[in-house]
């Protein structure tokens, strides 16, 4: 999930719900919706795409790629934008706002919003919550940061790189929260006499941790708990520190109505869409979160994203000053583990 593709979005997904066309410039009139958006939330978006034709005759069509990837092609457009939303993950969202390729809007229902959780000058918000996690095979049981050192793992873990994909670069985060930022370097440093090498895909390691041909690796809550309940073969996991405690942050999908979009009207009226009580009350179908705080999740995978939290720390980035930093950390990171 979450995959900084290789070619420019090969093999994306897109979903055109409505009888009528149209490229993803919106070529189909001003019925079209086109939406740029992080891998993760294929089947979720489906039924809301659905949900929003009917109720009003708008076509949503949504291509579908990594974190990175579908930021990037939304700055290689804005001099003939194509995208009218983008939803993606921290800090790709914040650095599409720093580079001007965001327009301010004010969905229905964005004051209750956590500060936290959207930006100040109103151009992006959260619309699922999600966390970093990691997942480990029945045959592994590490508990802590340094479980993941032994020699037993030794060619059996991965995670995804961080600056290529969205859960990645959380990795290098949540590491720095945990041990300090030279620390967190020299642990990677260790941690890659185990690792199996680059993955651009966190999505990608699901099935190789279900079939044993790794025993860990890294992911986020929504995406795994999804897995789990369609095929089951690991178990979520948060590695503790040298004090035993647990932590990890949000990964929010973060929603932005893209600068000059050819379809601004019909986005508006989608982000409103996304952001209303009744679909923030369906976040959980895909165990997600609501973002809003007066909708509160209920029902079994609410009950299982609970689980899952019970006992861990969840902290707060500042995400612009991820940003700020994010360049010279990519290179240390590269540096460190031999890259």
């Known amino acids: 999930m979450k995959k900084l593709a290789a070619a420019a979005l090969a093999g994306l997904l897109t979903l055109t719900l409505a009888a009528c066309g149209g490229t993803a410039g919106g070529a189909s009139g001003d019925q079209t919706v086109t939406l740029y958006t992080v891998d993760g939330l294929e089947d979720w978006y489906a039924q809301r795409i659905e949900e929003f034709k009917a109720k009003t005759g708008i076509t949503v069509q949504a291509v579908t790629a990594g974190s990175g990837e579908v930021a990037s092609r939304v700055e290689k457009e804005k001099a003939n934008t194509q995208a009218d939303i983008l939803v993606t993950l921290p800090p790709f969202i914040q650095r599409a706002a720093s580079q001007g390729l965001l327009a301010t809007t004010a969905p229905a229902g964005i004051d209750q919003v956590p500060a ?16 970093l996690s990691f997942i480990r095979n029945p045959q592994a049981t590490p ?13 059996k873990l991965q995670y ?14 949540q590491l720095q929260h945990v041990l300090g930022d030279q620390g967190a370097l020299d642990y990677l440093a260790k941690l890659e006499a185990n690792n199996v090498g680059p993955s651009s895909s966190t999505g990608k390691l699901q099935p190789k941790v279900a079939k044993a041909e790794i025993l860990v690796a890294n992911g986020d809550v929504q995406m795994n708990l999804a897995s789990i309940e369609k095929s089951g073969g690991f178990e979520i996991f948060f590695p503790a520190d040298a004090q035993g405690k647990r932590s990890t942050f949000a990964l929010p999908y973060y929603a ?14 989608f982000l409103d869409f996304l952001l209303s009580p009744e679909v923030q009350g369906k976040a959980v179908d895909a165990f997600g979160a609501p973002s809003r705080t007066d909708v509160t999740p209920s029902g079994p995978r609410a009950d299982k994203v609970k689980a899952a939290l019970d006992g861990v720390e969840i902290w707060q980035p500042d995400w612009n000053a991820v940003l700020a930093k994010l360049d010279a950390d990519l290179v240390a990171y590269k540096k460190a583990v031999g890259r």
């Open 160 to 173: 995804s790189t961080p600056g290529e994909a969205g859960d990645g670069t959380a990795v290098l985060l």
């Open 143 to 155: 508990k802590t940061w340094d479980d993941l050192l032994a020699p037993a793992l030794k060619g």
């Open 256 to 269: 932005g109505l893209v600068n000059n979009a050819p379809h601004a009207e019909n986005a508006k009226k």
């Open 116 to 131: 936290g959780q959207k930006d100040g000058q109103g151009r992006y918000f959260a619309v699922m919550n999600n966390y």
